[in-house]
C-alpha cells in the first residue's frame, strides 16, 4: 500500500514537473490569433525567459481561408536601455522534430513578416534610429538594437492561405547584463555571438554600420585577453551554487573573421580599439610576440585575422589560434556588442578602412616613383668618385712613366 502510494506521488509529481517545464517551453512563445487586434506583450526578465518567439500561426489550428493577418506591438516601457537582438528561424523546425525539405529563397520572397522600429531619442545614451519603412524577417538576419525607455517595436504579418512555403518566425532575444544569452558569450560587459553569413572584410563592415551602429567585429588588445575570451566562451556554466546558469558554448571550430590586421611592411598586429566614448581607433597590440598565430603570404600590404579555437596543449586546454590571410576571403564574423544600452554608436567601418589604405600607400608610392631621391644622389656620389679616383690614378702612372723615360735619356752616355 505505501509503495502504491509512493509510485502514485512520483507519478503526480513527475507530471507536474513535465507540465511546468512545458509551460516553461511555450511560456515565450507568441502566436498568431488572427481576431484583428493588435497582440501586445512586453519584453522582460522574468526567470529564464528573456526571449520571445513571434510565431506566425495558430497553435493548433490549421490556417484559416482567408489567410492570416496578425499584427503584434512589443513594449519595454519597464526598461531603461536595454539591448535586444532579432533573428529569424525556421517555424517549421521550431513546431516540429520532422523537417521538409524547403526552398529558403522562395520563403524569403514572400517576406510575410516585417518588424519596424519605434525609437525615442536618448540624451544619456546612443539608441538605433527608427525606421522609416518596415524590414523583412530573413533566416540569416541578426540585428542588434539598443532601445531606451519608451521604445517599443512593431511586428506585422499576412499570409495567403494558398502558399505553400514554409514561413520564417521573429526570435526577440533580451540581453541580460552579465550574461547576455544562453547561446551567447559574456566577456567584458560585451556579449558575444556568431553571425551566419559568408562576407569579405568591407562588405561586413557595410553591414555592421548600416545596421545598428553598435555591432563590431570582435577585437581584442592583447594574447591573454584574447585567450581569457576563448576560454570563457567555451563554458557550460556560469556563476556558482543557486546563480549557476546553463550555457551554450561558442562554435569556434570554425575560422571567424575578428578585428586584429597584420601589416606586412612593418611586421606588426593591429587591433580596433572601440571606446565607449572615443569612438573606434586603430591601435597597435600589446604582445604581439606571445600571440600564437600565422602568417600566409598575400598580395597586399594588410592581411586580415580569422580566430580558430584549437588543442594546443598536453592537457587538452583550448587555445585560440589566430591566421592572417586576405582580406577578400569571404567568411562569418564573431560579432561583439554591448550587453546593455551604452555610448556606444557609429561607424566602425571608415577607420579600419582609412588606416588599411594608409598602410597601402608607401609600397604603391615606392612602386610609382622607384628608389629614393637620396638613393640615387647616393648612388651618383659614388660613381663620380669612383670616376675621380680612376682619372687621378691614370695621371699619376702617366707622370711616373714619363719620369721614367726621362731619367733612362739621362742615364746614356754622350
Known sequence: MRRNLQIAIGISLATLLLSAAFQLVLAGNEYCYPRGNTNEFQLSLKLEFIEDRIIPKTYGDPVPEEGLNCKWKILTDHLDNSVVVLTGFDTEAHLSQQRWPRSVDSAAQQQPMRYKLHSKASDSTCSSPSTSEPKPVELEMLRVLQLTKGSYLTVSFRLNRKSSADILGLQIRLMEPGFCGRSMTNFESNCYTTGSVRRNLTAELAAMSADSGVMRLASFSSSAALQNFVKESQRTRVGSGLSTRIKEPLNLAQRLRIGLFYEHRTKKVFYLNCGAEAGCKMAEF????????????????????????????IDGEVLGLVSFTDCSEQLPALISFPDAARNRCGNSNQPVLSWMLAAAQPAAEEDQTGPNPISKISVLVMVLLGAFAATLLAQILTLKLFSIKRWQCQAKPG
Open 286 to 313: 600589446e604582445d604581439a610576440n606571445k600571440l600564437n598565430h600565422v602568417v600566409k603570404t598575400t598580395n597586399s600590404s594588410v592581411s586580415c585575422g580569422l580566430l580558430r579555437a584549437v588543442n594546443l596543449t
